[in-house]
């Protein structure tokens, strides 16, 4: 897996509370998150995966995920969403729900295959199955310098 020479701290709870502040100043319904923890940046320390349903937006909802990191020292998080009422790439064919969510690690051909970019991509997916649709996958890619970045890949 690509990593960093040096291992940053793991996120805390605080941190994760911080980062949902930010991104949604009105609060959430604790039933409308689940955390994951895993190192999802390859650099060794465990990063925070935060799997959020919001069925209070127009139409059909949102399905949103939060990873929440360390990744470059400084506390950073990154918010993908996926609409309810799409089809693949970009969103779930499900009713809003939260998906199956895991993390595995894959081999970099693999990696490739599914979002076309090799090194310096993370090798360790998460991966959301709404059990209807394709299965996405997001993949972090250190190449940013500016905010972390996960590129999607889908099957």
């Known amino acids: 897996a690509?990593?960093?020479d040096h291992r940053v701290d793991d996120v805390s709870q605080a941190d994760i509370d911080s980062q949902l502040s930010l991104h949604f100043p009105d609060g959430l319904d604790p039933s409308a998150f689940t955390?994951?923890?895993?190192?999802?940046?390859?650099?060794g320390s465990e990063d925070a995966l935060v799997s959020i349903v919001d069925r209070h937006t127009?139409?059909?909802?949102?399905?949103?995920?939060?990873?929440?990191?360390h990744a470059r020292s400084a506390l950073e998080s990154s918010l993908?969403?996926?609409?309810f009422?799409?089809?693949?790439?970009?969103?779930?064919?499900s009713e809003p729900q939260h998906p199956e969510i895991s993390v595995v690690e894959v081999?970099?051909?693999v990696a490739y295959d599914l979002t076309g970019y090799g090194p310096p991509l993370c090798t360790t997916a998460i991966r959301i199955d709404d059990g209807m649709c394709d299965v996405l996958w997001l993949f972090y890619h250190s190449g940013s310098s500016y905010q972390p970045t996960f590129v999607l890949g889908y099957n």
Not at 35 to 43: E, S
Not at 80 to 83: G, H, I, P, R
Not at 85 to 93: H, M, R, T
């Open 2 to 4: 690509y990593g960093s």
């Open 85 to 93: 009422s799409s089809q693949p790439p970009f969103g779930l064919c």
């Open 80 to 83: 993908n969403s996926f609409s």
């Open 107 to 109: 081999e970099p051909e």
């Open 35 to 43: 955390i994951h923890r895993a190192d999802l940046t390859c650099n």
């Open 58 to 69: 127009l139409h059909d909802g949102f399905y949103y995920l939060m990873v929440v990191t």
